[in-house]
């Protein structure tokens, strides 16, 4: 059974940083590709980035391009979202993905907070 558990979110003022890190267990990491949404109250959860099984390609959505990364570790069975440049409509829990085959997964979500 595959775990995902996000860590890093927080309050930071708009034009600061933040990393967000998700750590998998329960399967094998390194054979799928993993993502990053987020959904803001009111909202439905939304699409910020992908990557694929090696970490050689991604995919942000245009909202994030230019100032979100997210990268892999797969000796650590992690992966991260390095945030950079954050503004309020970026406020929304950010949620870790994984897709194997039929089954997705997701973790609990950790809130990220941008005050003006």
């Known amino acids: 059974q595959v775990q995902l558990v996000e860590s890093g979110g927080g309050l930071v003022q708009a034009g600061g940083s933040l990393r967000l890190s998700c750590l998998a267990s329960?399967?094998?990491?390194?054979?799928?590709?993993m993502g990053w949404f987020r959904q803001a109250p009111g909202n439905e959860r939304a699409f910020v980035a992908a990557i694929d099984m090696t970490g050689g390609i991604t995919n942000y959505a245009n909202s994030v391009k230019g100032r979100f990364t997210i990268s892999r570790d797969n000796a650590k069975n992690t992966v991260l979202l390095e945030m950079n440049t954050l503004n309020p409509e970026d406020t929304a829990v950010y949620y870790c993905?994984?897709?194997?085959?039929?089954?997705?997964?997701w973790g609990q979500g950790t809130q990220v907070t941008v005050s003006s």
């Open positions: 993905n994984l897709v194997a085959g039929s089954l997705n997964y």
């Open positions: 329960g399967g094998t990491f390194s054979s799928y590709g």
